[in-house]
């Protein structure tokens, strides 16, 4: 049968409300900060990255904030639609590897 | 816009066989991935590959695996005598350079062996 995975926290939003969702790093390391997001059977899709010496960016619905002195990320999505429902992921990576290090995910499901 | 293919979508094997999992990443991307994911679960590093070298690896990529760049398109993984735990999601991923440059994704393999 099928093995039984990790429980991902889940973040249930209503369709049109903005979301947020929070992931916590380890090392004081990392320099650069991604988010990307998993649709079911697909790869991760880059959304938005941050470099360590800024703490916020834009993209179109989305902003990402940087907190490096507790060590937080956040991913805000504005106006949430269904297309936004997947397993979302933020990964880092610092300077000195080639090796970007994924958070266990979370998954947002947006209900109408 | 580019983006990273991977073949086969979906590959069953016999527990001892070997396989390959193949990739094109984007082209004008210099470095290269590979990525598991187990059913459910977080996706895990396994090596990153620049200049026709593995410059890093992970544990999970012990003597089983090797990666090659055979020609200047493929990048493929090879699993030389796989076991049920290699089952899982593979994927391929291809950045344009070393720092502040997301990786891109394919959208991976999935490995079945039985």
């Known amino acids: 049968g099928e093995s039984v995975g990790l429980h991902l926290p889940t973040l249930s939003v209503q369709e049109g409300d903005n979301s947020i969702i929070n992931c916590a790093y380890s090392?004081?390391?990392?320099?650069?900060f991604i988010w990307y997001k998993q649709e079911s059977g697909k790869g991760p899709q880059f959304i938005i990255d941050?470099?360590?010496?800024?703490d916020k960016r834009q993209g179109q619905r989305v902003t990402v904030l940087l907190n490096k002195t507790v060590k937080h990320l956040s991913l805000q999505i504005a106006a949430t639609q269904p297309g936004d429902s997947a397993v979302y992921f933020c990964?880092?990576?610092?300077?000195?590897?080639?090796?970007?290090?994924f958070g266990t995910g979370t998954r947002l499901q947006v209900f109408p | 816009e580019p983006e990273v293919t991977q073949t086969p979508s979906h590959q069953v094997t016999q527990m001892g066989q070997e396989v390959i999992l193949r990739c094109v990443p984007i082209s004008n991307h210099l470095y290269f991935y590979w990525y598991r994911q187990i059913l459910g679960q977080k996706v895990e590093f396994l090596v990153s590959f620049y200049n026709n070298e593995i410059s890093e690896k992970s544990e999970i990529f012990d003597d089983q695996f090797s990666v090659e760049r055979p020609d200047g398109s493929n990048f493929t993984l090879k699993i030389r005598s796989t076991k049920l735990e290699d089952s899982a999601m593979y994927f391929c991923?291809?950045?344009?350079?070393?720092?502040?440059?997301?990786?891109?994704f394919g959208n991976g393999t999935r490995l079945t062996v039985t």
């Open positions: 941050i470099r360590s010496n800024m």
């Open positions: 090392n004081s390391a990392s320099d650069y």
């Open positions: 991923a291809s950045r344009v350079g070393y720092s502040n440059s997301p990786l891109h």
């Open positions: 990964a880092e990576i610092s300077y000195n590897t080639d090796k970007l290090i």
